[in-house]
């Protein structure tokens, strides 16, 4: 028999009842295993089945039109009976992916698109997003509660101040979580950052079915979430809000200090959280124990109103003293974890040596003892305070002498965080150990490069062809010429390594996928040929698309401006802006930097607006026709380009340009193109007023196509 997976990916024995990891109940999964290698539309073949509840089955698949990346299909198929109660669920679920579509923030898996499918005659619905490699919080907190172990106040204040600003942007657009716990957070493998899954929108459509079309309790369609978690008036009475979601992370965060469950804390008899039993549980600092017992007050207008007003609370007092629990036993456990097809499963984090363990005295005087010290006990402490800080002061100026000397020099020392879930293991990476001839600093300052790299994921010896040619650039004279481990070379050496910390710096601030970077080093001409293709589907030109990427790379690599020939391309650096043209691509397809300007009937004017970061840009596409009169107008800062192209791209109405306003007659039918790209510092605001006067007799029929 197959094994069985949770909804979270969790891999356990066939027939388990419950996940051993994180608790769900399973259920066995027969169907699922019968559609594992089923291809949907061509394009998405499901590897396995990850879970199934009321409003339908999801899936682990591979999206074969990006090189297989794995991404997650849920289907839609509610309990429900009859053509019209399933026509209602259909439409419910179509305006919720809408909303869930409009979610665009780095901590929330990305919702590609809503298919829709046929089998054996029946319509099927998928919600397709991505697919977040990492452990959940549940996950983490099963492999520690097996070594007697939690989560410390430490990591639960940076939990805090990485998860709420995400709360803030859902609840900001008016979306509500509804189903905050341990499951639905995962601590993600790339980067360490929680990410906000399983968002409860979907299940509320199965429930809103249930009341608007089967006659069931109006409060059933918004009772979701999980008991101890959701608070009183979302389970009793269906009523959400974004004070409703902060207690169920004010109880998610308790149960991650406590390793208990809500169940042990609250009252049987007024179903509120008992304060003397959470609070004696786990020492906390003052501050964070103010901010658990706001976020789980019983009423909701007690509680914060929103996660911006948690995180002034938190950062209005100085960082408290952190509580860890005692050393783990031997030997360790490690959980399962869900990867994406391969991607090398993460070991879980160990937690940090105990505060108490590196900084607290062997025997702490008594209060006699105290008492007994007196006044020249008291002088002697202060004396002995002085010099202590008169030592401290001296090392910390040479120590700031120091790192003003290596201040050009990347950094020898790979920290904790540097060695933690890389993309690339050891095992699988071709770069030999540093020479033993090496001094041992420069050992260090190589093994530490090597690790950026592995946790950017670039290949080895891509990577040298990179750091060579910015290498050569700067000492011509060593073109071609190999660095041997010769103490004569060690100043060549170390400022190869410089270079290549720069340059590994420029690749993080470019922030590039991670299939992107995967494929550094193989991007050619049949890449480049397909990606005209899959934009001009999208009514969008080749030019349109290389000044959307243009403006992303340029900004982290300058120097390269101008220069995108075939001789540019054949370099390293081009692959690099290949790989961001690639990413482009895939922001133009989920609609980031794309928006269909549509006129409403009637209407001859319509406007555009939003913010850009540094270097990022959007493009707009209208259907018009020949012989109208266009006017343009941009309201932005000076530094942002306009570009405005007809659609077989024989004129050009302005390219890259710092004019921001046109005005003329069209010369001929089809998707008109406007692009707007920041040049600016810092985000900037703009406004994109478009007004076509004269339109045609009839509608536009005539379709010019793009240009390529």
């Not at 405005?644 to 340009?657: A, H, K, M, R, V």
Request: proline residues 8%; glycine residues 8%.
């Amino acid at each position: 028999m197959k094994p069985l997976h949770c909804s979270h990916g969790h891999e356990n024995p066939p027939n388990s009842r419950f996940c051993l990891h994180c608790g769900e109940k399973l259920e066995q999964a027969e169907n699922g295993n019968r559609e594992s290698g089923l291809a949907l539309a061509g394009r998405y073949r499901i590897v396995r089945e990850l879970g199934h509840g009321g409003f339908g089955r999801t899936y682990l698949a591979q999206d074969l039109n990006r090189f297989g990346e794995a991404c997650v299909l849920k289907e839609f198929a509610p309990q429900v009976q009859g053509t019209f109660a399933l026509q209602k669920a259909s439409e419910l679920f179509e305006r919720e992916a809408g909303v869930l579509y409009k979610l665009k923030h780095p901590q929330i898996p990305e919702f590609r698109e809503l298919l829709r499918v046929k089998k054996q005659g029946e319509g099927r619905l998928f919600l397709i997003q991505d697919y977040i490699a990492g452990q959940t919080c549940r996950a983490i907190l099963e492999a520690r509660r097996n070594q007697g172990l939690r989560f410390n106040e430490t990591e639960i204040l940076k939990l805090l101040r990485q998860i709420l600003p995400v709360l803030d942007y859902i609840h900001s657009l008016g979306v509500i979580h509804r189903d905050i716990s341990p499951e639905n957070i995962i601590i993600r493998q790339q980067d360490g950052l929680p990410v906000l899954i399983d968002f409860g929108g979907v299940k509320q459509v199965a429930a809103t079915v249930a009341s608007q079309v089967m006659a069931s309790s109006p409060a059933t369609a918004t009772r979701l979430g999980k008991v101890g978690y959701a608070p009183h008036e979302q389970m009793q009475g269906g009523i959400v809000s974004a004070s409703s979601d902060l207690y169920a992370l004010g109880a998610t965060v308790l149960v991650l200090l406590t390793g208990k469950e809500p169940s042990e804390f609250i009252d049987p008899h007024t179903l509120t959280w008992d304060r003397s039993r959470h609070f004696s549980a786990t020492p906390l600092s003052p501050t964070l124990s103010h901010v658990l017992e706001q976020l789980l007050q019983p009423h909701p207008r007690n509680r914060p109103q929103s996660a911006n007003q948690v995180l002034q609370m938190l950062n209005s007092h100085s960082p408290p003293q952190a509580y860890s629990p005692p050393p783990p036993p031997s030997p360790q456990t490690q959980a399962t974890v869900a990867v994406s097809p391969g991607q090398v499963a993460p070991t879980p984090p160990s937690p940090p040596t105990p505060v108490a363990q590196r900084s607290a005295p062997s025997a702490a005087p008594s209060g006699n003892n105290n008492a007994a010290l007196g006044w020249l006990g008291k002088l002697l402490l202060v004396l002995g305070l002085i010099l202590a800080a008169g030592a401290f002061g001296w090392w910390a100026g040479n120590l700031w002498i120091d790192s003003q000397l290596q201040s050009n020099q990347p950094d020898a020392t790979p920290t904790v965080e540097d060695f933690e879930n890389p993309v690339i293991s050891p095992e699988d990476d071709d770069e030999p150990e540093p020479s033993s001839d090496f001094s041992p600093e420069e050992q260090r300052r190589k093994q530490a490069l090597r690790q950026r790299r592995m946790n950017l994921g670039i290949d080895y010896d891509f990577y040298v062809s990179l750091v060579d040619e910015a290498f050569w650039n700067e000492y011509p004279r060593q073109r071609g010429v190999p660095l041997s481990t010769d103490p004569d070379d060690a100043r060549l050496r170390e400022a190869w390594d410089r270079i290549a910390a720069n340059v590994l710096t420029q690749i993080e601030q470019l922030d590039l996928s991670r299939q992107a970077k995967r494929q550094l080093g193989s991007y050619d001409g049949s890449d480049r040929d397909r990606w005209k293709r899959q934009v001009n589907r999208l009514r969008v030109s080749s030019r349109a698309l290389y000044d959307l990427a243009d403006a992303r790379f340029f900004r982290i690599f300058p120097k390269q401006e101008g220069e995108t020939g075939s001789e540019f391309l054949d370099q390293p650096i081009g692959q690099i802006w290949q790989a961001t043209v690639a990413d482009t691509v895939k922001a133009l397809q989920s609609r980031e930097a794309l928006d269909r300007i549509i006129f409403e009937s009637g209407d001859t004017g319509t406007q555009m607006s939003g913010t850009l970061q540094p270097g990022e840009g959007k493009a707009f596409t209208a259907e018009l026709a020949a012989d109208q009169l266009m006017e343009v107008n941009l309201s932005t800062a000076p530094n942002a380009l306009l570009s405005i192209y007809s659609p077989t791209g024989n004129t050009i109405f302005l390219e890259d340009s710092r004019q921001h306003s046109f005005s003329g007659e069209l010369p001929e039918s089809g998707f008109y193109e406007f692009v707007v790209v920041s040049d600016a510092d810092e985000p900037i605001d703009y406004q994109l007023d478009l007004t076509v006067e004269n339109p045609p007799e009839s509608d536009i029929s005539v379709d010019k196509g793009i240009a390529e």
